[in-house]
Every structure is written in C-alpha cells, then in structure tokens.
Nanobody
C-alpha cells in the first residue's frame, strides 16, 4: 500500500478547467481517478498504467479529461476541461501496487486518497 495525497479541487464555473494532482508515497503500477456525486455510485473516471502510459477514460470524460503521470515524482494528474455541473463530485485518487495484466478498467486499486471536492456552477 502507498499513501496518496490529492490536491487541486475547488469551485469553477461551467466551461472552466481544473487540474487535480495525486502524489503517491511509493512506486505504483496503476493509478486512477474516481468520483462520487451525492446519491450516486462511485465511478471510475480515468486510469493510467505507470510503466506503459496506457490510459482508460469513461465515455463521458473522453475528449474533456486527460490523465497523465510523472513517474519521477510518483504523481498522477487529471486535467479536466469543459467542466459541466454534472461533473460536481468528490474526486478520489487510487493506486495499485501490484502488477496486473487486466484491462485498466478492471484494476483492483488497494490504496485510496482522502478525496477532493470539485464543484461546477452553472
């Protein structure tokens, strides 16, 4: 397990942008961003394989969100553009410290951050 520290959430107007950061305390193989809005289930937003750079995006995020990594800093970023009020949620970073050959969307993440609030006003 690793410790994850997120930053970058906040309040933004619709159409605006935010960048979330997630720093891990140690090496990870895969990292992802999840979000959970009030009354809704947690959903995977995006994931990245740290070695290959392969990425996964949920359909509603494609073209608007970009996940990237800085392996030297054990940090993953989520650039969110063209934000909509429906993007309002608590965004949480997750990490897997075990090597996996499953599809990124099927990754079992064992480490979780505390979550950061993203609020998009209309």
């Amino acid at each position: 397990q690793v410790q994850l520290v997120e930053s970058g959430g906040g309040l933004v107007q619709a159409g605006g942008s935010l960048r979330l950061s997630c720093a891990a305390s140690g090496r990870t193989f895969r990292m992802g961003w999840f979000r959970q809005a009030p009354g809704k289930e947690r959903e995977l937003v995006a994931a990245i394989a740290l070695i290959t750079g392969s990425t996964y995006y949920a359909d509603s995020m494609k073209g608007r969100f970009t996940i990237s990594r800085d392996n030297a800093k054990n940090t993953v970023y989520l650039q969110m553009n063209s934000l909509k009020p429906d993007d309002t949620a608590v965004y949480s970073c997750a990490a897997s410290t075990t090597r996996s050959y499953k599809e990124l969307a099927q990754t079992r993440f064992g480490s979780w951050g505390q979550g950061t609030q993203v609020a998009v006003s209309s």
